[in-house]
């Protein structure tokens, strides 16, 4: 039975930023794609479609991530859609160089749905690196498919698909059953005193959300109660009795000099420690010392003395480069543009065209779409390749970083530094432009 835009199936893809989620994505959809805005987001998405044996792929590139917490749009709109969007298959794309750091969002997408692939991406860059990782180790510890690709690498790729394809048209006989994290004894405990409560109100399809859904109301997350309100009409926030366990459960752990916020943290180290133990049984190093150079460089970059200094002067160079650097390319467009609007002036002339006319055309919409090409096509071009430089060199998310605790105190996160500068390096080299 066909679904969305004519595919049989539809695949979310998943994962952190700067893996290669969006490499694999665009190599698999090819020209097949379409870009937009989540509705009522101004976050973008993207889906495409790609075809394996006689079967069509609706994939959807959700929002990067390193964690389904739900502090920014980002993360709500991933995990809404993994939740509620009715995915058939979610790839989870996580970095071979760094698997420990990446199997947090793992677990917390196997918590939400079992239809999950886990993709590890970069093996070339973790070769390099004398890394090894033993994915059938990997399939069995996480229980359910993992794949090894290089983005890049057109037969890695194929072996995707065949995953995806089998694991899809099998999904009857052959059921993958996610390995589910065990957390600590106070909060399993606290699990089980509402998880019934809360799988009653949900619909039968989406009754093995109740364990995460719990979770969730544990952690006071506000976002999910309207997740659940818009996606599936529940108000759980209301409901007398889902809301006299949680009162209980906050007495309880009153009486015992605990809160919500134990459980919390309590949460998250069981997420980091099991990712260490996985990491520790699947992950060979031949070199230890693969990332102490990176460590070096982590401890200038980040730290309290030399970040914030470092980041400055880094940005102001980027600037003074984009506004100084714009000088000579935006003097020959207008030079260039100066010289057409001349001989169309003089075209003009010559077919004795009305005056109201020539200025209608040349003086008012040839003039100020040449002047504001010449004046802003300069910066844009050479601000937005230094700044994907920078985050190549995976300095960008150490910049989120250091402004995180400032963005904080606004009710933000440090990303949204980074959107910040974008819109300053722009807008300011076409003030100085102008």
């Known amino acids: 039975m066909k679904k969305q835009y004519g595919c049989d199936y539809t695949i979310a893809f998943a994962g952190n930023p700067n893996v290669g989620k969006t490499s694999i994505f665009n190599n698999l959809t090819g020209m097949h794609q379409h870009t937009g805005n989540w509705p009522g987001k101004t976050v973008s998405n993207a889906y495409g479609k790609c075809s394996y044996n006689d079967k069509d792929f609706l994939l959807v590139d959700l929002p990067g991530t390193y964690s389904l917490m739900s502090n920014s749009s980002e993360e709500e709109i991933a995990r809404d859609y993994i939740c509620f969007g009715n995915p058939d298959l979610c790839v989870v794309v996580v970095d071979a160089t760094c698997l420990e750091r990446n199997l ?72 993958s059953v996610p390995s589910k994290l065990k957390y600590s004894p106070d909060v399993e405990e606290c699990i089980s005193m509402i998880e019934e409560d809360v799988k009653s109100k949900l619909p039968s399809e989406k009754q093995y959300l109740s364990r995460w859904i719990s979770l969730k109301l544990l952690d006071e997350n506000i976002s999910i109660n309207e997740a659940l309100k818009s996606s599936l009409h529940i108000d759980l926030e209301n409901d007398s009795d889902i809301q006299e366990k949680l009162n209980q459960i906050k007495a309880d752990l009153s009486n015992e000099s605990s809160s919500i916020t134990s459980i919390r943290d309590s949460i998250v180290s069981s997420i980091i420690s099991e990712a260490e133990k996985i990491r520790e049984k699947t992950c060979i190093f031949a070199n230890s010392k693969y990332n102490l150079k990176s460590r070096k460089i982590d401890k200038i970059l980040t730290s309290k003395k030399f970040g914030i200094p470092i980041m400055i002067a880094f940005l102001a160079v980027i600037f003074w480069i984009t506004i100084a650097g714009a000088n000579y390319p ?72 250091n402004l995180d605790n400032y963005f904080k105190k606004a009710c933000s996160t440090g990303k949204q530094a980074l959107t910040m500068c974008m819109g300053f390096g722009c807008n300011a080299a076409g003030v100085i432009r102008l």
């Open 104 to 175: 947090n969002l793992v677990f917390q997408i196997l918590e939400m749905t079992p239809n999950v692939i886990v993709c590890v991406n970069l093996l070339d860059e973790a070769k390099k690196k004398s890394i090894e990782i033993n994915l059938e180790l990997l399939s069995e510890l996480l229980g359910v498919p993992v794949v090894g690709t290089i983005a890049n690498k057109s037969k890695t790729l194929k072996k995707l698909l065949e995953v995806i394809y089998s694991t899809l048209e099998n999904h009857n006989n052959i059921q």
């Open 330 to 401: 935006s003097s020959l467009l207008s030079n260039m543009f100066g010289t057409i609007q001349d001989k169309l002036l003089i075209i003009f002339h010559n077919l004795n065209i009305p005056e109201f006319w020539t200025n209608l055309l040349i003086y008012g919409m040839y003039q100020t779409v040449t002047w504001v090409i010449a004046v802003m096509l300069p910066p844009m071009a050479i601000f937005f390749p230094l700044f994907t430089l920078l985050e190549d060199l995976g300095y960008l998310p150490r910049i989120a970083f």
